[in-house]
């Protein structure tokens, strides 16, 4: 199986990790949950344990976390059209 390098994506992507809250949820508990997020990451002891494990941080709000889940997602696609042995 050739690997992401040899079929042109690079020696690899990014791989996000997110929050998911279901759809309709109250918009006061949205709020808070994305301010705790947000204070999460942009928190000193959690940088610093990312930075020890090799971890890039970005922290994106909900409409900026989905523009980059749709993009990784067109990357995966491509990668998987190339590689006809992931589509069993």
């Given at each position: 199986m050739p690997t992401t390098e040899e079929l042109g994506f690079g020696a690899g992507f990014p791989t996000p990790?997110?929050?998911?809250a279901p759809k309709g949820l109250q918009p006061e508990?949205?709020?808070r949950l994305r301010k705790a997020c947000m204070e999460t990451v942009n928190s000193a002891g959690f940088g610093e344990t990312m930075t020890k494990s090799g971890q890039t941080i970005r922290y994106l709000d909900g409409p900026g976390f989905e523009t980059s889940m749709e993009q990784v997602s067109r990357v995966i696609g491509d990668l998987v059209a190339k590689m006809p042995e992931l589509r069993n």
């Open positions: 990790f997110g929050v998911f508990v949205l709020l």
